[in-house]
Every structure is written in structure tokens, then in C-alpha cells.
């Protein structure tokens, strides 16, 4: 198992792995994602390499807030499903700790969907402690 940073050819893994995650994604978006986010400093694109596939991914980003002093957030994390189990969104995290270290950050965050309580109890194991709880809302433009 190797954690390694994304590359333009992980992107048919990538989106498949975000449709596993509940975000449907064809191979040329997520090509179009990367390319953007590659160009803006503060985010780190992981991946979990297990025998030349790609089996898990994690994004992580710089945040700057006017209200609260700067943090690190996971802003999505995706093993998959036939690879959970076995420490590999651990791995990630740990991961994603180093990269907000290196980038100067001393405080790690993740948002997840209510409903993903497995994924509480994971990241609640792996040290994080609920905050607060939120509504999102979204508006078409």
C-alpha cells in the first residue's frame, strides 16, 4: 500500500470512487477538477495505491476564515468498498495530518453527511470530536 498525491491518469479511479461515495462523476469532469484544483495552491489530492490501483482518495485544503483562525479540512474521503476494513482511510488521514502540518496548519477538520454515521464513528476512533451540527443549502446560479 502506497499514499501517494493524485496524477492526471487516477482520474477514472477518482471518479468512480466519487460515484461509490454518492457523487456521480464521469472520468472527463473529474479530469476537469483536477486540472482546476491543480492549478490553486492549498489542496492536497492523495490516493491509496494498492498494486498499481488506486483504491482509495482523500482531498484535503487549506481553509482561511475571517471568524476562526485557519484549519486543514478533509474535504472528501473515499475508500473503496472492497478495500474498507483494512486501514487504508486511516492511512489517508495520517496522511492528510502530515500534508496540513507541512502547510502550516495545527487544527485538522472534516465535515460528513449526518447520515454516514459509520463514517462518525471511523473519524470519531481516529481522534475528531463533533463541534457543531449544520444545514447546508444550496442555490442554482
Not at 500534508?99 to 460528513?112: E, N, P
Request: one cysteine or more; proline letters at 2%; charged letters at 30%.
Amino acid at each position: 500500500m502506497k499514499i501517494r498525491e493524485a496524477i492526471l491518469s487516477d482520474v477514472t479511479a477518482l471518479a468512480d470512487l466519487a460515484t461509490q461515495l454518492g457523487y456521480p462523476c464521469a472520468p472527463a469532469e473529474m479530469a476537469l477538477r483536477m486540472e482546476r484544483l491543480g492549478g490553486r495552491s492549498g489542496n492536497g489530492i492523495l490516493v491509496a495505491e494498492n498494486e498499481s490501483r488506486v483504491v482509495g482518495w482523500l482531498h484535503v485544503s487549506g481553509m482561511y476564515l475571517l471568524e476562526s483562525p485557519a484549519f486543514a479540512e478533509v474535504l472528501g474521503l473515499i475508500v473503496d468498498e472492497a478495500h474498507r476494513g483494512q486501514g487504508i482511510g486511516k492511512r489517508l488521514l495520517d496522511a492528510a495530518a502530515r500534508w496540513a502540518a507541512d502547510h502550516g496548519f495545527d487544527r485538522l477538520r472534516v465535515r460528513s453527511n449526518v447520515v454516514r454515521e459509520d463514517a462518525h464513528r471511523f473519524y470519531e476512533r481516529e481522534g475528531f470530536r463533533r463541534i457543531k451540527m449544520q444545514v447546508v443549502l444550496d442555490r442554482e446560479l
